[in-house]
């Protein structure tokens, strides 16, 4: 009986250790490229080696981290290649369950996404990339949820983990061009009218708006690394 109760308590201390990293990883807090060491993030997050350990190699297996030497693992660098391909199966899949939750959705369950749009815009406005990208997260999953769907939630959900990271691309503010309060507009008037495929048009169009930002803000800075070397 000792015994099991070890085994749920480290099993549960693991399972809080991956939820932060994969709200890190979704919500864009890691960027491409960040180094994790086992240690420091265990000092970091107050607890011991072991469940950070075993929580690095769970998200390792799911390929949102790489494992490196020394008890160490990284957040990877797409490729462009990689995440034009991404952004490509996430339109499929989010589109999807933008189509379910426009027949799903309920009234009270709309004006909550009214409320989370008004924050994230709010957001947007401010010098906090980080509070931005967690309203982005909170809408959009919002939506999600609307769907009725947890087996295709999840599936977005993995997406969102080897996404994530280059969602710091989005920022800074100067990227005045991106579009996503508008598609997120026009998402809600789909709602509103139970049109499955215009909520779907309006998820698409938001990935390839925040799509395009991320690669444009990418080969920048390969450009810049190029000409300073």
Same mark, same amino acid.
């Given at each position: 009986m000792s015994f099991g109760i070890q085994t749920t308590q480290r099993r549960s201390l693991v399972e809080q250790v991956e939820g932060e990293l994969r709200d890190a990883l979704i919500e864009g807090r890691l960027e491409p490229g960040t180094r994790l060491v086992t240690r420091d993030l265990a000092e970091t997050l107050g607890t011991s080696i072991t469940p950070v350990r075993e929580? %690095?190699?769970?998200?390792?297996a799911s390929g949102a981290l790489r494992a490196?030497?020394?008890q160490s693992f990284r957040v990877p660098r797409l490729t462009e290649g990689e %995440?034009?391909?991404l952004a490509q199966i996430r339109k499929a899949v989010e589109g999807l369950a933008a189509r379910e939750a426009a027949?799903?959705?309920t009234a009270p369950e709309i004006a909550q996404m009214r409320v989370l749009l008004a924050e994230y815009i709010a957001a947007r406005g401010k010098d906090d990339p980080h509070h931005a990208l967690r309203c982005n997260r909170q809408f959009r999953f919002a939506l999600y949820e609307c769907a009725k769907m947890p087996h295709l939630q999840q599936v977005i959900e993995t997406l969102w983990l080897k996404s994530g990271p280059g969602f710091n691309y989005l920022f800074p503010q100067h990227h005045n061009d991106f579009t996503g309060h508008r598609n997120y507009e026009d998402l809600i008037k789909a709602l509103e009218a139970a049109d499955g495929e215009a909520a779907n048009l309006a998820i698409c169009h938001a990935i390839e708006d925040g799509s395009d930002v991320v690669l444009r803000a990418m080969r920048a800075m390969e450009a810049a690394t190029a000409s300073a070397s």
């Open positions: 929580a %690095l190699v769970r998200l390792v490196e030497p020394a %995440l034009i391909e027949q799903k959705i």
